[in-house]
């Protein structure tokens, strides 16, 4: 029987692209300018009318309009928190339970009581690989996952990243409660490296502004 069942999590990217005008090459290997009206078409009047009709909608909406569009905006970051506060909870139990089965600690015992599962000879050891430093359940992996969750959610924003920090750090805390006493020590060194993964990334930030 396996201990690993979890959906993997995926998010998308969408990256913008646009074409520019270019120029044509004469014969002689020189580069004969294209006619102005026409480069002007490609390039400048796209750009500036889809600025200007971006803020004109938005300075058209009505107060009450504005209000609803930052209260829907402020629901989707919410959502967004929640989303990995509950991943982090789910994740950490998860995690500790694999621990439990690996090691026959006692704790693991409540859910034997339950008849979640029965432990085996070959579900010890599944469990023992899933937990191994380059295992499913390993450090290195969980706290990649937690980190690459919480990216895809951020969108490379400095500032959302430390919300979502802290939304892992809440789903921590809520795992433990959930777990009824202080999570394996495997689960404690998960987040230790998952907080390094994050300051890590500030620091490139920095490097990237200096």
Known sequence: ??????????????????????????????????????????YEKAEVSSEKKATYSVNKMSAADREALVKQLQAEQAERKQSLVNLVQEMMGKQAKSYGIANGENSIWRFLAKG??????????????????????????????????????????????????????????????????????????????ANKLFDDYYASKQNVEA
């Open 1 to 42: 029987m396996s201990v690993n069942a979890v959906s993997g999590t995926q998010s998308t990217m969408e990256y913008g692209s646009y074409a520019a005008a270019g120029t044509t090459p004469k014969a002689d290997g020189t580069k004969a300018v294209q006619d102005n009206a026409q480069a002007g078409a490609v």
């Open 116 to 193: 979640d599962f029965t432990v085996d000879a070959q579900t010890k050891a599944q469990a023992q690989a899933d937990i191994a430093e380059d295992g499913y359940w390993g450090v290195s992996q969980t706290s990649q996952r937690l980190f690459d969750f919480a990216s895809a959610l951020a969108g490379d924003d400095v500032e959302k990243m430390k919300e979502m920090q802290e939304a892992m750090q809440k789903g921590f805390k809520l795992a433990t409660k959930t777990w009824g006493s202080e999570l394996p020590d495997i689960s404690q060194r998960t987040m230790d490296a």
